[in-house]
């Protein structure tokens, strides 16, 4: 449970798993702060200081005092960049840096206690830009179904006159488009103040200070929730003695509330019972670890001699597309203390980047089209429906805990084996949510979350692995290695470098388009059931429900729990889409250019929800086509129907994505943070959807066309579907 006490250094010298000198330095930084008196301002925003906290400071933030870790996230957790540890950095565009203590956090039934040493959150100079934002008011809110903000009008939320909450871009000063939820697993409690949620509809812009404001919320009886007393002394001005963040708050506040009283605000601070500011991270906070791993992985024997493949198994005419499998080890430059599960980015001391510590090997399965293999008893060259043409590459990836041999899926298997554009097909592991770490995963959550530690990073690691097997196929490497694509009179000269796409569902889908954005030769992709981030998806995830009531029966209540997973997904952040895709479609990472997406989706989908996919497509500027169809009475926000029958996207071109959804005629998503019920989810119907994969194979085929196959009735459910 969340609970208020003096913070203990013992706890830093406990953390095993992470490198000596960095926990040094981590701790030398905290031991300053103790030290430090004065109250930090690292800036203002429309004449509004930025203040941090400082050791006299309480744990938690007097303005929820229900729970110490709300409102999560807020500047009441960060400090000044000039407290920060020098391994991290001595300057940021935000001048911030994320100072979570052990007492800020849950605490299980035990007692036991979260180190966010362990987490590195230390060296993130913002919060997270896909949320959720948690919070509570004294009492359970009944809100006005007319004016407030849900996921199915979530224009509501850009109604300055009326909505009761209002996410603010205090750097732009614009209205942030979101819905509010109530916990719906606490709600029914009586007597309870239920947590709120609001979630941004898209991500957050970086480096920028945001204000959320809660105003006119009514209790079941219809009356006006009494703000906490620390944020009524904030608002009325009124004592509040004893709690030094009131008082270094206090001038903060008042220009806040100036701000905000003058045009085009004109919010009458009587109306508002609770307010508080959070600045999103950076780019570098979130990317710099991986592009130095990206950069010192190109600059090794990748792009020369292209890496190494060592086969270990091959198994002939698996399925009716299919000539063989080709299993085996890759190599890859590695980052971490170990490839195994439990490994962790080993950081430099001096500038805290990863350092490359060798060669280790990722399994991969390569899958070679039926339509490549000789023809009957003839000689090599005869091969079925070549035509000279050349040869593409269609890359994939794992779902959630599933294995490196993604790209044995039999669907994709059939867009490759085509007569005039056939592809070869690879795949490798999604390291951090693989099969192996499963049991790592769930012994992290019922024992020390502290250890989570090993997700993101085994992520960013998987990323190189991706990158890895890339340049195999575009340096002409895999024929070097796999005697049997020379048996099939296959050469380097066969392979098409510029013909290199992705596609994955679920787990494959959400990561793919990170893969996608941060590699230099892929060109387009198709991702089915993605989403983000994970602090959406996580409580609506049927499959995450097992781990759900292992953290639950840790002891940690409600509350707790959606604290965790907010701090989860923040650490999930840097491996995952909050953190790439917002160079998909625009301002390209460097080395790369814009690439192009389709990404699709299954109404009432129970694992993958289809609120993250949304979230996912506007941060690709994606548009539908005319045909499109969404939940019974749902308002789509900013994914306009822009398309009819067809679209052409130039390689290379900026801007360019399309969403898709598909209504297999089951039960509406509920309002609230839970999963669709299982018997009802189309996680897996896509694979199945005839449109659905003819508008992928077109896609790839004709290297960026996108034809609408529901043209004429729409994406409804087929008469002959056997899904859902």
């Known amino acids: 449970m969340g609970s208020v006490s003096q ?22 930084f905290f031991l300053l702060g103790s030290l430090a008196s ?70 299980d039934g035990g007692n036991r206690t979260i180190d966010p040493l362990q987490l590195r959150f230390y060296a993130r100079d913002g919060f997270s830009v896909g949320g959720p934002i948690v919070f509570m008011l004294q009492e359970s809110p009944l809100p006005d179904q007319s004016v407030t903000p849900t996921w199915a009008n979530i224009s509501l939320s850009l109604n300055l006159s009326t909505s009761p909450t209002l996410l603010i871009d205090l750097d732009r000063g614009v209205l942030v488009p979101h819905w509010f939820e109530i916990d719906i697993r606490s709600a029914p409690l009586e007597g309870w103040a239920p947590p709120l949620l609001l979630y941004p509809a898209e991500m957050l812009n970086r480096s920028t200070r945001h204000v959320i404001v809660v105003r006119g919320m009514v209790n079941a009886f219809g009356q006006r929730i009494a703000p906490s007393p620390a944020f009524a002394a904030l608002r009325d001005n009124t004592s509040f003695p004893g709690d030094a963040s ?59 001699t292209g890496p190494r493949l060592f086969v270990t198994d091959v198994q002939l005419l698996p399925n009716i597309f299919t000539a063989a499998f080709v299993s085996g080890q890759l190599e890859v430059p590695l980052y971490l203390t170990s490839n195994k599960p439990g490994g962790l980015l080993v950081l430099n001391e001096t500038d805290g980047l990863p350092t490359f ?53 039999e669907s994709i ?24 770490d499963e049991l790592e995963v769930a012994a992290i959550l019922a024992t020390d979350i502290s250890l989570f530690a090993t997700v993101p990073d085994r992520l960013t690691q998987s990323l190189v692995n991706h990158l890895t ?35 994955g569902a679920s787990l494959g889908g959400i990561m793919g388009g990170v893969v996608t954005t941060m590699s230099p030769d892929i060109k387009r992709a198709v991702l089915q059931v ?49 953190a790439f895709l917002p160079h ?55 994914l306009p129907e822009k398309y009819a029958g067809r679209v052409w996207f130039g390689e290379g071109e900026c801007g360019h994505a399309v969403f898709q959804a598909f209504d297999f005629s089951n039960p509406p998503i509920p309002f609230g943070d839970i999963p669709v019920e299982h018997k009802y989810s189309t996680h897996s119907c896509l694979g199945k959807e005839p449109r659905a994969m003819a508008t992928l194979a077109h896609f790839f085929r004709t290297r960026g066309e996108v034809y609408d196959y529901c043209e004429s009735q729409g994406c409804h459910r087929l008469w002959n579907s056997t899904c859902g």
């Open 584 to 638: 998909g479609t625009s301002n390209p990472l460097p080395g790369c250019t814009c690439k192009q997406f389709v990404t699709q989706h299954g109404l009432s989908d129970a694992s993958v929800t289809y609120l993250g996919g949304q979230v996912s497509a506007r941060s690709l500027n994606a548009g539908r086509f005319l045909s499109s169809v969404s939940e019974p009475g749902e308002l789509v926000y900013s």
């Open 413 to 436: 298997g059939d867009v490759a084996n085509s007569d005039a554009h056939p592809f070869l097909v690879g795949s490798v592991a999604y390291w951090g949510l693989e099969k192996t």
């Open 530 to 578: 993605d989403g983000s981030p994970f602090g959406l998806l996580l409580p609506r995830a049927y499959p995450f429900k097992p781990l759900w009531d292992v953290i639950a029966l840790r002891g940690y209540d409600v509350v707790d729990r959606l604290v965790l997973i907010s701090l989860l997904s923040f650490a999930l952040d840097v491996a995952t889409p909050p």
């Open 246 to 304: 009131i008082a270094d708050r206090r001038p903060m506040y008042a220009a806040m509330f100036d701000y905000l009283s003058q045009p085009p605000w004109n919010i009458d601070r009587k109306d508002v019972q609770l307010m508080w500011d959070v600045t999103t991270e950076s780019m570098p906070s979130q990317l710099k670890r991986f592009l130095h791993m990206r950069e010192d992985a190109l600059s090794r024997r990748i792009p020369t």
């Open 357 to 409: 510590q060798g060669y280790s090997n990722a399994s991969f399965l390569i899958s070679i089209p039926l339509v490549l293999a000789p023809l009957g008893n003839g000689p090599p060259a005869t091969r079925t429906g070549r035509d000279g043409s050349k040869i593409g590459w269609i890359q994939t990836g794992n779902g959630l805990f599933g294995t490196y041999r993604a790209a044995a899926d």
């Open 469 to 503: 097997l890339t340049k195999a196929f575009t340096s002409g490497a895999i024929v070097d290695a796999i005697a049997l694509l020379r048996d099939y009179n296959i050469s380097r000269s066969d392979l098409d470098a510029a013909n290199v796409v992705y596609t």
């Open 38 to 107: 004065a109250m930090p301002l690292v800036g203002s925003t429309h004449g509004i200081p930025v203040v941090t906290r400082t050791v006299h400071w309480p744990q938690c933030d007097p303005l929820c005092p229900l729970h110490c870790s709300l409102p999560m996230p807020s500047n009441f957790f960060a400090v000044s960049v000039a407290d920060g540890p020098a391994a991290v950095g001595a300057s940021s565009p935000t001048n911030l840096r994320v100072n979570f203590t052990s007492d800020m956090l849950p605490r």
């Open 7 to 28: 913070y203990s250094f013992s706890n830093v010298w406990c953390a095993t798993r992470i490198d000596t000198m960095e926990i040094f330095v981590t701790s030398v």
